[in-house]
């Protein structure tokens, strides 16, 4: 319980004076609000010795006026400090976990980590948000008044302060069971509803390959499980967490009777008086209020210290360095892109060894080689979405660690074979490849991607919105708008991922001449699979189980047996196979 106050202390920044002075405010009312209380006793005390006057039955009552008026204005101010404090913690954290996530490595992304990811911003914040301010007022006000109420009983009789205090104490063990047990059960709710966000995500994502493949019906039922799984989970939470409750509601009433009992005791023994003894008698069951409504608070605490946890572990995760201090120069006698000695794995799993070569300005490179031997790790590594576990690489003789991480990205674009597209205009799409160009750029980029024509026969052209609810286009088409942002970045060095599937003929001629316009005077590197492109290249070299297995030009590479021999011959198959399904067709 103190863990998580001082876990929102840790990251309330410059708010917790704010919440501190709210504790403050908290004690203030526990206090007033117990005044009542102590302006009972000397009533009572008055009346029993016969010393009561009007003055102070008129003092007596105004004071209690006066404290509910107290009580009820620090408990406004205890409030609003606390609960302005709650958004603006959580606003800021927001923030800086977006700041987080952007340097974190593309890696992280693509692991699995999305479920987390959205469960902690739209689940775990949200609860802790619009709970923990509350709660940790609550908790503060009965932690306070319990303490005047020990207090209290210590002024009244010195056994019964005692005998209140190991009470207390028992009943702050056993909470503390309870909550070890619930935090238990509350990260095995977390994790299932992550798993529940990430089921549900990978449905919606996937539903065009459910439905082709007729799987609706299975993974339907995989997510209805998944739905019914959390539910059981939710109750299973609840049923451990009541015997608890049970226990700790015996505990209070046997205190309360234990107290009530040592009270006639001392009276009986004289060493307690009558007004006491009924003051007692009255406030009883009220004594051990504050800390049972301390501890009926319990699975709230529980499920945000869980909720914190999840939340302290996004921020955990190791972020990309981007301390760079070098500037790239604009000009450089050696290679464009190096490679020394590069080896990596993910996680444990060592996917390329060793691997070097150079790449001069103004040349392509290309990838080829099969599916899975690296290709696509080599060129991941060289924008930093993984940076090396060994050797290193360079751009114009500078290690890509060393430079700014925006200044790496500037040098280099990358057309993926998977598009994608904000739901935006189309005109800001492109632009955001360089937020700065002029309308006429954009156009510009526009022509030479080959998109201009169709973009300008939609009804509203370049302020066509795409994405849901907006235009659909084909997966040509998107790709044509991508290239056109590539176009307007004008980055020196271009990442080319080939596309696997075909596209229609003319789309792809038209795609074909978007890269052509963009290739020019840039150095490229290329995941080729298309003979055309690789028999262009400067180089090329064919990667396989994480190595080069060889390296040269295309005329080199067909002379010499090997993987690369092998895949041009099966190439030219494919392409004779194609050549005739065509011809037949016309
Ligand atoms: N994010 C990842 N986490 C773990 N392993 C990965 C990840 N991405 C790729 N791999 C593994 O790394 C190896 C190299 O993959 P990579 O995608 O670089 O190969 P590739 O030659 O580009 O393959 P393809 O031609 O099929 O795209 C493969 O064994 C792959 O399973």
């Keep these: 319980m103190m863990k998580l106050i001082s876990r929102i202390l840790a990251v309330a ?33 008055a009346f029993y010795n016969n010393t009561m006057t009007t003055d102070l039955c008129i003092i007596i009552g105004a004071g209690m006026l006066l404290s509910i008026v107290l009580q009820a204005l620090s408990q406004n101010i205890a409030d609003r400090l606390q609960s302005a404090s709650g958004y603006w913690i959580f606003s800021d954290m927001r923030m800086d976990l977006g700041a987080h996530l952007r340097k974190m490595p593309m890696g992280y992304f693509t692991e699995g980590n999305i479920g987390k990811i959205s469960s902690v911003l739209s689940t775990d914040m949200v ?28 002024f009244i009789n010195i056994y019964l302060g005692i005998v209140t205090t190991i009470i207390v104490v028992v009943i702050i063990l056993i909470a503390k069971g309870m909550e070890r047990d619930a935090l238990k059960d509350s990260s095995i709710r977390q994790n299932q509803s992550e798993t529940l966000t990430d089921a549900v995500l990978d449905f919606v994502e996937g539903i065009g390959i459910i439905k082709t493949y007729n799987l609706l019906g299975d993974k339907s039922k995989e997510l209805s499980d998944n739905f019914k799984e959390t539910c059981r989970v939710s109750i299973q939470f609840e049923e451990n967490h009541t015997p608890w409750q049970r226990i700790l509601n015996i505990i209070y009433g046997m205190g309360a009777v234990i107290i009530l009992s040592l009270s006639l005791y001392l009276y009986s023994q004289d060493m307690m008086e009558v007004p006491y003894l009924i003051g007692v008698l009255l406030f009883v069951f009220d004594l051990l209020g504050p800390i049972k409504a301390l501890y009926s608070q319990s699975t709230r605490l529980t499920v945000m210290n869980s909720c914190m946890d999840r939340i302290e572990e996004v921020f955990q995760e190791q972020q990309l360095s981007d301390n760079g201090k070098d500037i790239l120069p604009e000009t450089y006698d050696g290679a ?5 000695d590069v080896s990596f794995a993910y996680d444990e799993k060592v996917v390329l060894h060793n691997i070097s070569f150079n790449l001069d300005k103004n040349n392509m490179l290309a990838l ?49 074979q998977r598009v994608y597209l904000f739901q935006d205009t189309i005109y800001n799409n492109i632009s955001m490849g360089r937020p700065d160009a002029s309308e006429e750029e954009v156009m510009e980029a526009a022509k030479k991607a080959r998109c201009y024509d169709f973009i300008m026969s939609l009804p509203e052209g370049f302020q066509t919105i795409i ?29 080319l991922d080939e596309a696997t599937a075909s596209v229609d003929a003319d789309n792809e001629s038209y795609i074909q001449e978007a890269i052509s316009e963009l290739c020019v005077g840039k150095t490229l ?5 298309r003979l055309n492109t690789i028999r262009n290249a400067d180089k090329i070299l064919v990667i396989a189980g994480g190595e080069i297995a060889q390296s040269g ?11 690369y021999k092998e895949f041009v011959s099966v190439r030219e198959n494919t392409q004779g196979w194609n050549r005739n399904l065509k011809n037949q067709s016309a």
């Design 13 to 45: 920044g410059k708010y917790q004076r704010n919440i501190r002075l709210a504790f403050l405010f908290s004690f203030l009312k526990s206090m007033f609000a117990k005044a009542p209380i102590g302006l009972g006793f000397i009533a009572l005390t």
């Design 467 to 495: 994405g849901e609810g907006g235009a659909t286009l084909s997966g040509g088409e998107k790709q044509r708008i991508s290239i056109a942002r590539c176009i307007l970045k004008d980055a020196p060095i271009i990442i």
């Design 368 to 416: 080829v080689g099969p599916s899975g031997g690296g290709k696509s790790t080599i060129a991941s590594l060289l924008t930093r979405f993984w940076d090396v576990n060994k050797g290193k690489i360079q751009i114009r003789g500078k290690d890509i660690r060393d430079i700014k991480l925006s200044q790496l990205m500037d040098q280099i674009s990358v057309v993926f």
């Design 127 to 154: 609860f802790i948000e619009e709970n923990c301010m509350s709660v940790i007022a609550d908790m503060m006000s009965h932690i306070f008044s319990e303490i005047i109420m020990i207090i209290f009983m210590f």
């Design 553 to 563: 030009t295309h005329d080199e590479l067909v002379k010499e047996d090997g993987i």
């Design 336 to 340: 464009e892109v190096q490679f020394d």
């Design 525 to 529: 590197i290329v995941i080729a699979h």
